[in-house]
Nanobody, 114 residues
Framework: QAQFVESGGGLVQPGGSLRLSCVAS????????MGWYRQAPGKQRELVAS???????NYEDSVKGRFTISRDATKNAYFLQMNSLKPGDTAVYYC????????WGQGTQVTVSS
């Protein structure tokens, strides 16, 4: 069973940027399709970005043009670069396979506020 360890969240002002990181324990991410998910208070968890083993990426409409998913296979890690952050991006962000496993990591909190 893989472990997903997210980091990089924090408190930023609207328009700011963050880079989230996900590292593997017990899995090699580069051979799977991976995704970044988020869950805001009172809402369902949603997929916001994904990347295939071949490097093709997809994004939820609300983050297109602002978020970029990438991977570094040599470090068994992948990332979510988030630019032009909005208050609506506030959520706990998780990494997982796409489609996801039934287990999740702790996530990393992203708060966008003045």
């Amino acid at each position: 069973q893989a472990q997903f360890v997210e980091s990089g969240g924090g408190l930023v002002q609207p328009g700011g940027s963050l880079r989230l990181s996900c590292v593997a324990s017990g899995s090699i991410f580069s051979i799977y399709a991976m995704g970044w998910y988020r869950q805001a208070p009172g809402k369902q968890r949603e997929l916001v970005a994904s990347i295939t083993s071949g490097g093709s990426s997809n994004y939820e409409d609300s983050v297109k043009g602002r978020f970029t998913i990438s991977r570094d296979a040599t470090k068994n890690a992948y990332f979510l670069q988030m630019n032009s952050l909005k208050p609506g991006d506030t959520a706990v962000y998780y990494c997982n396979y796409k489609p996801p496993a039934t287990y999740w990591g702790q996530g990393t909190q992203v708060t966008v506020s003045s």
